[in-house]
Each structure stands twice: as C-alpha cells, then as structure tokens.
C-alpha cells in the first residue's frame, strides 16, 4: 500500500532516494517526449503550412458553394419546376375522370403542357434535377402508357426513382403493363414480380401478385403462377385480388 509522505519530507535510505531520483527521471522523461512532439507537430506545420491552408481554403469553398448553389439556384429551381408542374397536373388529373377523345387530348395536354405552362415532357428536360422533374418522368410514362404509345411509356417509366411507398411499385408495375401491351409477356412478368418485391402493402402487393399470375398462365407456366397466387392466399385473404383466387388456381394446376 503507497504511505501518504508529508511535504518537505527527505529521502532517507538509499531505496528511497532511488525512487525519488527514479521518479524525476521519469517524469523529465515525459516532458522530453512532450516537447519533442510539439516540436515535431511545430515543424510539420511550418514545412506544410501551405497545403493545409490550401485545404482549409478548398473545403470552405466546396462547403459555401454548396450552401450557395442550394440557396441561389436549386431553391428557385425546385419552386419554378413545382409551378409549372401544377398546371400539367391539371390536366392529368382531368384527363383521368374524362373518356375518349377528350381523355386524349387532355393526356396529351399534360405532357406537351398549355395555358402557357410547361407539360410533363418539358419539366422532366429542363428541370431534371428537381423533385417536380423527376416526378414528372412518372406522370409522363402513365400519360403515354393511356394514349397507347408504349415505348414512350417505358422510357419515361424507366428513368423514374423514387423510395414512395406506392409510386415506386405502381411505376415498376406500368413498365409490364406496356411490355404486355407490346405481346412481351415475358418481360411483363418481369417487372411485375419486380413490382411485387418492391414494398410490401395491402394495395400494390397483391395487385402486382395477380398479374404475374395472370401473366405466369398466359406463359403456360403453372408453377410460377402457382407461386404468385398462393402468396395471395396466405398473405393477402381480404385483397380484392383474393375474391376468386381459387379460380385462378385451378387454371394454374392444370398447366
């Protein structure tokens, strides 16, 4: 156990004067060290000065430029976008609740735009880099999806990302409904399995699950049809898509 010394006390035996002298010593030591690495630290900073203030320099220039380009550019941009974009909404959402050939034009309206706005086509090229440009490549891909032209759909569809519960899934599923359009059955099971596999909800789940079983039957292939409707089944029993599942799996047994 270490005995408490008083102050002023004296060393008296040669082990205890070892152990003062010890002591010094090491503590010496350690300042020694102290100093040499703030020496060191001193010189490093004095030959590299230079490219560290360099450094400082360009990481505040990266950091304020940043903020800058957020503040004075992709705000007014995100606004611009999201302004031009209502009017195109417009008519898409009128074009939804109108059959025929008013349904037509009005479709074609969203994309091309009107009323001195910007349609779907126009926001998704000149304000790709906004929220509203990116969302744009989704109304864009269902507007074309509805007029029939197919290719053009997918493209649009294919470029649009999104971490939305329902949109990601419902855009992935539209890229089947046009290959499906376009007698790519194959391709269409695809991108409803993928459809499927994106999120797990009582809307777009069982939706897509049913038409990759359609789709599977269509293909001759029973087993994966099988697959499909049983997930239906188990997971999803009071989905519309539920209601004639036992129908479904009839046709899928006998392939």
């Known amino acids: 156990m270490a005995s408490y010394k008083k102050r002023g006390y ?20 350690v300042f020694n060290t102290l100093d040499e690495g703030a020496s060191s630290t001193e010189k490093f900073l004095s030959k590299n000065q230079k490219p560290i203030f ?45 059959t025929g050939a008013d349904q037509d034009s009005l479709f074609v309206k969203s994309l091309r735009g009107g009323n001195g706005k910007f349609g779907f086509e126009d926001i998704s090229k000149s304000y790709s880099g906004t929220k509203a440009g990116k969302l744009a490549n989704y109304y864009a891909g269902i507007s074309h999806l509805n007029l029939g032209n197919y290719k053009d759909a997918i493209s649009y569809l294919d470029k649009f990302n999104t971490k939305d519960e329902m949109l990601a899934p419902l855009a992935k599923g539209s890229i089947g409904d046009a290959f499906l359009q376009l007698d790519q059955p194959k391709e269409a099971l695809g991108y409803f399995e993928q459809a499927a596999k994106m999120r797990t909800n009582d809307f777009t789940t069982p939706k897509f699950l049913m038409k990759a079983a359609v789709t599977a039957i269509s293909l001759k292939d029973g087993k994966t049809a099988e697959k499909h409707l049983n997930r239906i089944k188990d997971e999803f029993p009071n989905s519309p898509e539920a209601r004639n599942i036992e129908a479904y799996l009839g046709q899928a047994e006998v392939l």
């Open 54 to 98: 360099g450094a400082i320099i360009l990481i505040a220039v990266v950091i304020f430029g940043y903020l800058g380009y957020q503040k004075f550019i992709q705000e007014p941009n995100e606004a611009e976008a999201a302004n031009e974009m209502n009017q195109a909404q417009i008519f898409f959402n009128s074009a939804l609740e109108s």
């Open 10 to 29: 004296k060393p008296g035996s040669k082990a205890e004067r070892d152990e003062k002298l010890e002591s010094e010593s090491t503590t010496a030591e």
